[in-house]
């Protein structure tokens, strides 16, 4: 089945909207424990082209998801099926060797990684679920 592209811009870029929402509610969860790991190994606090950065990287995150979705969802026996595969793919291949090399570097905490892991899963499973929801085919 072909792929409905304004469909996918719509609803991927709503998708990284809600990754961006996540990541937002994230920071008075963690409070100042990224600025504290930052400071003590001697690197500033995330800057505001730092703060462009991930803002742009949850959008991409958000649409290489629901992307990746209307590509694979015909594989599925259903389209749920499909959004979570995807999500959870997305989570083991992206979001968790992020958290955990940084702790394997010994430059964040466990505590901190897993707390941004399980944040991240959460966070990719709902922005992925509402580009299935949102996404409609030709």
Do not use: R
């Not at 792929?3 to 991927?12: A, R, V």
């Not at 969802?73 to 999500?87: C, D, Y």
């Not at 958290?99 to 899963?121: C, D, H, K, R």
């Amino acid at each position: 089945m072909p792929i409905n592209t304004k469909s996918l811009i719509k609803s991927g870029l709503i998708a990284g909207v809600v990754v961006i929402i996540s990541g937002s509610t994230m920071v008075p969860v963690v409070g100042d424990q990224m600025n504290t790991v930052l400071k003590n190994h001697l690197c500033p606090p995330l800057s505001p082209l730092g703060m462009v950065f991930f803002l742009v990287l949850s959008l991409v995150f958000g649409f290489s998801a629901v992307t990746i979705y209307a590509f694979t969802k015909s594989l599925f026996k259903t389209k749920l099926q499909a959004a979570l595969t995807v999500a959870l793919a997305f989570w083991f291949l992206h979001y968790l060797p992020a958290n955990t090399s940084l702790v394997a570097y010994g430059f964040m905490p466990w505590g901190l990684s897993l707390i941004g892991s399980l944040w991240g899963l959460i966070e990719i499973l709902l922005a992925t679920l509402v580009g299935y929801w949102l996404y409609k085919d030709k």
